[in-house]
């Protein structure tokens, strides 16, 4: 299995609401990321996880809350989004690099938000 | 942090053509250099990767050259087909020591191949 599953697939919301992105992968990657993309635009680093710890956190508004519950999902929470929030949100996932591997990063298809 | 500047941002070519994409990257610690394809609606999906302690390397009709000393490197794709078209990004990372893939994507470039 090399899937990484997101869901929903498109998620509309008012600035008001409360949402979770989910994502979720059964390759053993110790590695989980979350990027931004804009239309037209390269994916924007927002989160990563190592080992289901918070590694790294691009400055990016507390309105987007991420959460590594266990090795195999990654949430990311949403709340009193903007619509300049909108765009497509893509996990991505890795194994932890090391010498005898690449890393290589799968991307699950994206969940697009619309923030109205 | 790292800056990679990618160009040409659009590609037109006829199929059967050859195609090259360039990057450049700001931060000589990165050593790391994958290549993404992303068609209209769909993931990215890796294509092709480099790490720096190599200056080449070839997948039938891709191929990624890298030139550490100048901090850039390059996708050639060879007899170009209509199915090769879509976006492709450069990338450059750095995180060796604690594993994070935190890769720094290039602005991307939209390769069209006319039939």
């Known amino acids: 299995d090399t899937e990484v599953t997101q869901t929903p697939k498109h998620l509309v919301m008012g600035m008001t609401n409360k949402k979770s992105l989910k994502c979720e992968q059964h390759m053993g990657h110790r590695a989980m990321y979350w990027y931004k993309q804009k239309a037209k635009k390269p994916p924007e680093l927002m989160f990563v996880y190592s080992y289901e710890k918070l590694s790294i956190n691009e400055s990016v508004p507390s309105r987007f809350s991420p959460e590594c519950p266990n090795s195999s999902l990654l949430n990311l929470h949403l709340h009193a989004l903007q619509p300049e929030d909108s765009a497509l949100y893509l996990c991505?996932?890795?194994?932890?690099?090391?010498?005898?591997?690449?890393?290589?990063?799968?991307f699950g298809e994206g969940s697009r938000l619309t923030v109205l | 942090g790292e800056n990679v500047e990618q160009h040409p941002s659009t590609l037109s070519v006829q199929e059967g053509d050859s195609a090259v994409i360039k990057c450049t990257y700001s931060d000589s610690a990165s050593n790391y250099f994958p290549w993404y394809k992303q068609e209209l609606g769909k993931r990215p999906q890796l294509i092709i990767d480099i790490r720096s302690n190599v200056g080449e390397k070839k997948d039938q009709r891709i191929a990624v050259t890298l030139n550490k000393t100048a901090k850039h490197f390059s996708l050639h794709i060879t007899e170009t087909q209509p199915e090769d078209s879509a976006v492709y990004f450069c990338?450059?990372?750095?995180?060796?020591?604690?594993?994070?893939?935190?890769?720094?994507f290039g602005s991307g470039t939209r390769l069209q191949v006319q039939p």
């Open positions: 990338a450059a990372s750095r995180g060796a020591d604690t594993g994070r893939r935190a890769l720094t």
């Open positions: 991505a996932s890795s194994q932890v690099r090391t010498g005898k591997n690449t890393g290589e990063l799968f």
